[in-house]
């Protein structure tokens, strides 16, 4: 895929939306996300909440500790990473991904969280991925939204925020799915 798509959604953008939770007034959209794409891939009940706990535990893997997130602050992409394999759904997190990369994951079937922010104030938002249309934009499902609507971002705005924490993807293979090839 050379040049922008005119429009690509998500296979998944109704299961998406309609596992969508809402964060509140916390600071866990990495687990809220991690939720909604548990709960829209694998018909699921995961609560947002209950999973920022658990990740707020060290977690063992062998003879290494795999610090999952800062309770109350931070999510690492690792995390959520661990967490989607623990459920048994291949993910991997990548930093430098491009746009295209963004349009055939889409293309592909698979799904994705993005990591965006500011440095100065300091703060990052994860956020799922749902289509991307060429007049609005890039469309999320975000946990920081009440609504369970896509939530638009300007291409310029996203890259902007995006390129901020490194262009980072975390990408998820949806469990027994025909994935397309480009």
Aim: proline share 7%; hydrophobic share 45%; aromatic share 12%.
């Amino acid at each position: 895929m050379q040049k922008p798509p005119h429009s690509l959604s998500s296979k998944f953008r109704l299961d998406i939306l309609k596992a969508h939770q809402f964060q509140g007034a916390l600071n866990d959209c990495g687990p809220f996300s991690t939720a909604i794409i548990l709960n829209a891939l694998l018909g699921l009940d995961v609560q947002g909440s209950t999973l920022a706990a658990k990740m707020n535990q060290l977690q063992w893997r062998g003879i290494l500790p795999v610090v999952r997130r800062i309770p109350g602050w931070a999510t690492f992409p690792w995390g959520v990473t661990d967490v989607l394999r623990e459920y048994g759904l291949k993910a991997r997190w990548k930093l430098f991904e491009k746009t295209t990369d963004l349009f055939n994951n889409l293309f592909q079937g698979k799904v994705q969280i993005v990591v965006i922010g500011e440095w100065r104030p300091l703060w990052a938002h994860y956020l799922v991925l749902v289509e991307y249309t060429s007049k609005a934009g890039f469309g999320f499902a975000d946990p920081a939204s009440p609504s369970a609507a896509v939530v638009w971002k300007d291409p310029d705005k996203f890259h902007r925020l995006w390129k901020n924490y490194g262009q980072m993807v975390i990408t998820v293979t949806p469990p027994s799915s025909n994935l397309k090839q480009v």
